[in-house]
């Protein structure tokens, strides 16, 4: 009875509230144990300036992406429990950004986890700027130029030479003070402890500036001051089942069960005192088979000491 008292205290206190994966600094000790590399997402800005060859528009189009910060890598690691069986399944895309992560943690009635992460980037297009009344002359105005910039707004310096640039060959200027706004300083890598991070997206504004006008475009990059925590945790005595979608490295869907766990405990006590119950029958069942067949012996030695008695009275006539 003690020990199966001493079984539960151990689901318990090993089982509650227990991550199922621990993210660490890339550079960490023991990194060769089961886990898988992963980097944040990052946004770039890819300005693609354009005149064609008997055109006087200059074109510009804005895309955003996303990639993987190399200033933060972490490491996946599976966290293990002895009591419980895991299936896991952990995937990163070419860059290093995570796509998809599949967890199946079993107690002895279920616990399950799925997430499911997705990157994507978004394009987007702005309409010619009119560069024939440019207060500046545009370098080779007569010939056919195509000019493409890529951002890091982590980089001031290169949206610096960029504009620099773009003010001397195309009269173009672009404003990317709302982005630069974005890289204040987050947390270190070796401060993340259990669970997936992930970055919320935010938009920022870009602003261009050509022939006296004036042209704003909303764009979606990862919040690099924003890390988020997702915890996969195992549950106790219940099947739990968590489907988590990802895009650009952004929650955007949570689909989840969360049983009872007190009902599951109830449960789970009761098949164990029904197993204490029929070994506890078994015995005593025992026990009065043990009794009928003393009692069996007791009879036969009894008829014995009567036929034993009857044959010495019999020789005495």
Same mark, same amino acid.
């Given at each position: 009875?003690?020990?199966?008292?001493? @079984?539960?205290?151990?689901?318990?206190?090993?089982?509650?509230?227990?991550?199922?994966?621990?993210?660490?600094?890339?550079?960490?000790?023991?990194?060769?144990?089961?886990?898988?590399?992963?980097?944040?997402?990052?946004?770039?800005?890819? +300005?693609?300036?354009?005149?064609?060859?008997?055109?006087?528009?200059?074109?510009?189009?804005?895309?955003?992406? *996303?990639?993987? $910060?190399?200033?933060?890598?972490?490491?996946?690691?599976?966290?293990?429990? =002895?009591?419980?069986?895991?299936?896991?399944?952990?995937?990163?895309?070419?860059?290093?950004?995570?796509?998809?992560?599949?967890?199946?943690?079993?107690?002895?009635?279920?616990?399950? %986890?799925?997430?499911?992460?997705?990157?994507?980037?978004?394009?987007?297009?702005?309409?010619?700027?009119?560069?024939?009344?440019?207060?500046?002359?545009?370098? $080779?105005?007569?010939?056919? %130029?195509?000019?493409?910039?890529?951002?890091?707004?982590?980089?001031?310096?290169?949206?610096?030479?960029?504009?620099?640039?773009?003010?001397?060959?195309?009269?173009?200027? *672009?404003?990317?003070?709302? @982005?630069? $706004?974005?890289?204040?300083? +987050?947390?270190?890598?070796?401060?993340?402890?259990?669970?997936? =991070?992930?970055?919320?997206?935010?938009?920022?504004?870009?602003?261009?500036?050509?022939?006296?006008?004036?042209?704003?475009?909303?764009?979606?990059?990862? $919040?690099?001051?924003?890390?988020?925590? +997702?915890?996969?945790?195992?549950?106790?005595?219940?099947?739990?089942?968590?489907?988590?979608?990802?895009?650009?490295?952004?929650? @955007?869907?949570?689909?989840?069960?969360?049983?009872?766990?007190?009902?599951?405990?109830?449960?789970?006590?009761?098949? +164990?005192?029904?197993?204490?119950?029929? !070994?506890?029958?078994?015995? %005593?069942?025992?026990?009065?088979?043990?009794?009928?067949?003393?009692?069996?012996?007791?009879?036969?030695?009894?008829?014995?000491?009567?036929?034993? !008695?009857?044959?010495?009275?019999?020789?005495?006539?």
């Amino acid at each position: 009875m003690r020990f199966i008292f001493f @079984i539960i205290s151990a689901l318990i206190l090993n089982g509650c509230g227990l991550n199922v994966y621990k993210s660490t600094s890339s550079n960490t000790k023991g990194n060769s144990d089961f886990g898988k590399s992963y980097s944040l997402p990052e946004g770039r800005v890819s +300005i693609l300036v354009e005149r064609k060859e008997k055109q006087k528009d200059i074109e510009v189009s804005i895309t955003s992406k *996303i990639v993987a $910060d190399q200033k933060n890598k972490l490491f996946l690691k599976y966290a293990r429990n =002895y009591l419980f069986e895991d299936t896991l399944v952990a995937e990163t895309d070419a860059a290093g950004l995570l796509s998809t992560i599949n967890t199946t943690t079993v107690d002895k009635t279920s616990a399950i %986890f799925e997430q499911i992460g997705m990157l994507a980037g978004e394009t987007f297009k702005l309409a010619s700027l009119d560069a024939n009344s440019q207060e500046c002359v545009p370098k $080779d105005m007569d010939l056919p %130029f195509i000019k493409q910039y890529e951002i890091n707004p982590d980089d001031t310096s290169s949206i610096i030479n960029m504009n620099d640039t773009l003010m001397r060959e195309h009269c173009i200027t *672009i404003d990317m003070s709302d @982005i630069e $706004d974005n890289n204040k300083p +987050i947390n270190s890598p070796s401060q993340f402890k259990e669970g997936v =991070y992930y970055r919320d997206m935010k938009e920022f504004t870009v602003k261009i500036n050509g022939n006296n006008t004036i042209k704003h475009i909303k764009i979606n990059l990862p $919040d690099r001051t924003s890390i988020n925590k +997702i915890s996969v945790d195992r549950g106790l005595f219940v099947e739990r089942k968590v489907n988590l979608t990802f895009t650009s490295g952004t929650l @955007i869907k949570i689909d989840a069960k969360y049983p009872s766990e007190v009902l599951g405990f109830i449960s789970l006590p009761l098949a +164990i005192v029904k197993g204490i119950s029929g !070994a506890i029958l078994g015995q %005593f069942g025992l026990k009065i088979d043990t009794l009928k067949n003393q009692t069996s012996v007791a009879n036969e030695e009894l008829n014995f000491l009567k036929a034993k !008695a009857a044959l010495e009275k019999e020789k005495e006539n």
